[in-house]
C-alpha cells in the first residue's frame, strides 16, 4: 500500500512538447515551477497523486529486450535519483527525447509535467514462501 498522507510536490517542471510530423512546436521551460501559494501546492499534490490512491498493487515494467541500456527514460529516472539536483535539466531531456520520437499524425500536443514528491510511504508485507531456519 502506498501512503500519501505526508506527501509533498518537492520539485515540478513544465513543458509544451507538440507532435514534430504535424509541425507543432515544443517549448522548454527555462526552470522550475515554485508555486508559493499553500493552497495551490496541496491542490497540485492531490491532482497528481489521486490517481493512485486507491491503487494496492505494485506495478513493475519490463523491457522487451531485457536490456534497460537501450530504455532512455530509465537511462533519465535513474540520472535524477543518483543527482538530485538534475531533476528540471533531465525533464527537458525527456521533453526533447519525447518530440523527436513522435512519428505518428495521430499522436496529440501537450504538456509534460515532471513532479517529484518527498515523503511518500511504502508500506508492504512480506510473505516468505520458505521457512527460515535461524
Known amino acids: 500500500m502506498i501512503s500519501f498522507s505526508d506527501a509533498y510536490i518537492k520539485t515540478i517542471s513544465v513543458h509544451r512538447v507538440g507532435n514534430k510530423m504535424l509541425d507543432e512546436y515544443f517549448a522548454l521551460s527555462a526552470a522550475p515551477m515554485e508555486p508559493k501559494d499553500e493552497l495551490l501546492k496541496q491542490l497540485l499534490t ?14 513493475r515494467f519490463y523491457q522487451v529486450n531485457n536490456d534497460l541500456g ?17 531533476f528540471h535539466e533531465v525533464s527537458q531531456d525527456i521533453a ?11 499522436i496529440r500536443s501537450g504538456e509534460l509535467y515532471a513532479v517529484s514528491f ?12 520458505s521457512p527460515l531456519h535461524f
Open 46 to 59: 492531490q491532482y497528481f497523486l489521486s490517481p493512485f490512491e486507491k491503487v494496492n498493487d505494485l506495478y
Open 70 to 86: 537501450l530504455n532512455t527514460i530509465f537511462h533519465a529516472a535513474d540520472a535524477i535519483f543518483t543527482d538530485p539536483s538534475t
Open 96 to 106: 526533447r527525447f519525447l518530440f523527436e520520437t513522435t512519428d505518428h499524425p495521430k
Open 118 to 129: 518527498k515523503d511518500i510511504q511504502l508500506k508492504y508485507l512480506i510473505k516468505l514462501l
